[in-house]
């Protein structure tokens, strides 16, 4: 059915295509296939590195995805309740003394083209990206960096 899959459009790749065959009469038993629980893989991902470190927090970036979006070490509750912010907040993100700002969002989408943002990614991890372009490549950071997130 699907080629592939695009890790934040679910809606798009899954959910729709599926919601399509079976209004359209197909039976739920030709959708997919079982998979024994045994043969499926735990994700690989040190997520437990997390240093508050007065208003700031430092992570691990675990992850980078082929779009330069940045998975961090911590859920992005967490990381909102250790920061004190909202949607909306504006923080800074340091790494070796450089400093940039990013914007606390739903989706990376809602902001201007370029714009660094923070938000809650598929996973419920705190991630870094930039609206059509690469946190990775603006912050020059790559997995297994530690970053400092301050409010």
Not at 47 to 60: N, S
Not at 69 to 77: C, V
Not at 112 to 135: D, I, M, R, T
């Amino acid at each position: 059915m699907i080629d592939t899959l695009e890790s934040l459009f679910h809606g798009r790749d899954i959910f729709m295509p599926v919601a399509a065959h079976l209004a359209c009469g197909a039976d739920f038993d030709s959708i997919g296939r079982d998979l024994p629980a045994d043969s499926l893989n735990k994700a690989d991902i040190a997520t437990d590195y997390v240093r508050v470190l007065g208003e700031c927090v430092e992570l691990r970036v675990v992850h980078v995805d082929k779009f330069g979006n940045l998975m961090l070490s911590i859920r992005f509750g967490q990381l909102k309740q250790l920061l004190n912010v909202d949607m909306k907040d504006k923080v800074a993100i340091i790494v070796d003394d450089k400093k940039h700002i990013a914007e606390v969002t739903e989706v990376f989408s809602m902001l201007p083209k370029g714009s660094l943002a923070l938000y809650e990614n598929s996973f419920g991890f705190a991630e870094l990206a930039v609206n059509q372009g690469s946190a990775k490549d603006l912050i020059n950071i790559d997995k297994g960096s530690t970053i400092r997130i301050c409010k």
